[in-house]
């Protein structure tokens, strides 16, 4: 019979530097693709009335905040990104002056209305941001 050898402990040494050196420029690289993705996909995904939401997507810096970790997304930096993302609950609209009231068009009413306030019903969410980064990472095959 073959001579066995039995193994008791193990040890070694990281070389943390060397590491982070050869895994950063990966990191980097990995991180930046998969954002420009998720924007993309984000930008294809935005519900779109003036196209002014979609133009606002951009890309976060990355930021290293650790040696093996990296951090950075994607941001729609319209005024109005986080209610149409999240969607927003039921409120009372009123005119900015208090003496004021809010003047639109209701062709329901038979034409040009004077309120002093309106129930908005709110609205739903439409996560595209969330939408696109899951589409991308469900279809990188590097993410398991």
């Not at 982070?20 to 990995?30: D, G, I, T």
């Not at 040696?67 to 969607?87: E, K, M, N, Q, S």
């Not at 038979?110 to 309120?115: A, N, P």
Request: aromatic letters at 4%; a positive charge; glycine letters at 8%.
């Amino acid at each position: 019979m073959a001579d066995q050898i039995r193994v008791t402990s193990v040890s070694f040494e990281v070389n943390h530097a060397g590491l982070e050196e050869q895994v950063r420029p990966v990191l980097r690289r990995v991180h930046s693709s998969l954002t420009r993705k998720i924007a993309t996909q984000a930008r294809v995904d935005v519900p779109v009335r003036t196209g002014h939401l979609g133009r606002s997507i951009r890309e976060d810096p990355q930021v290293f905040t650790s040696p093996l970790c990296v951090t950075g997304g994607v941001t729609a930096h319209a005024r109005y990104a986080a209610a149409v993302h999240g969607g927003t609950r039921p409120h009372v609209i009123r005119p900015r002056n208090p003496a004021g009231r809010l003047s639109f068009e209701w062709p329901k009413a038979g034409g040009r209305v004077f309120l002093r306030r309106v129930n908005h019903p709110g609205t739903r969410a439409r996560p595209f941001l969330t939408n696109a980064a899951a589409r991308v990472v469900a279809s990188d095959p590097r993410i398991s």
